[in-house]
C-alpha cells in the first residue's frame, strides 16, 4: 500500500492551498485518512481527519480555515486550507487507516510522503 501526497508549495499570508492524498495497493476498504503536519523543531500534529462516512475532526488551530473532505471511491483525502498564516508552515503528511485484502477486519495505518507548505509574509 502507497500513499502520495501533493499539492504543497509556496503561498503567501492569507492565500489558499488545496492538498491531496492517494491509497493505493491492495486495499479493501479505506476506514478513515487525515493530515497531520511537523514544523521545523516541533513534533507531528494532527491537523484533521475524516471517517469513510464523512465524520470529520478538527484540531483547535484550524479554526474553520480548513475543510477536509474524502473520496471512497478514489481512496482519496483532500484538505482545502484558506487563510493560510505564517505558522501552518510545516511538512504535511496524509496517513490511512484501512482494511487490506484477505486480512479481514484488522485495520492497518500508513504513512505518505510529505508534502511542504511554505507560508510567506
Known amino acids: 500500500v502507497q500513499l502520495q501526497a501533493y499539492g504543497g508549495g509556496l503561498v503567501q499570508a492569507g492565500g489558499s492551498l488545496r492538498l491531496s492524498c492517494s491509497a493505493s495497493?491492495?486495499?479493501?476498504?479505506?476506514?478513515?485518512m487525515g493530515w497531520y503536519r511537523q514544523a521545523p523543531g516541533k513534533q507531528r500534529e494532527l491537523v484533521a481527519n475524516i471517517t469513510r462516512e464523512g465524520i470529520s475532526n478538527y484540531s483547535n488551530f484550524v479554526e474553520g480555515r480548513f475543510t477536509i473532505s474524502i473520496d471512497n471511491a478514489k481512496n482519496a483525502v483532500y484538505l482545502q486550507m484558506n487563510s493560510l498564516k505564517l505558522e501552518d508552515t510545516a511538512v504535511y503528511h496524509c496517513?490511512?487507516?484501512?482494511?487490506?485484502?484477505?486480512?479481514?477486519?484488522?485495520?492497518?495505518?500508513?504513512w505518505g510522503r510529505g508534502t511542504l507548505v511554505t507560508v510567506s509574509s
Open positions: 496517513k490511512a487507516a484501512l482494511l487490506r485484502s484477505g486480512y479481514g477486519l484488522a485495520v492497518f495505518n500508513y
Open positions: 495497493g491492495y486495499i479493501n476498504r479505506v476506514e478513515a
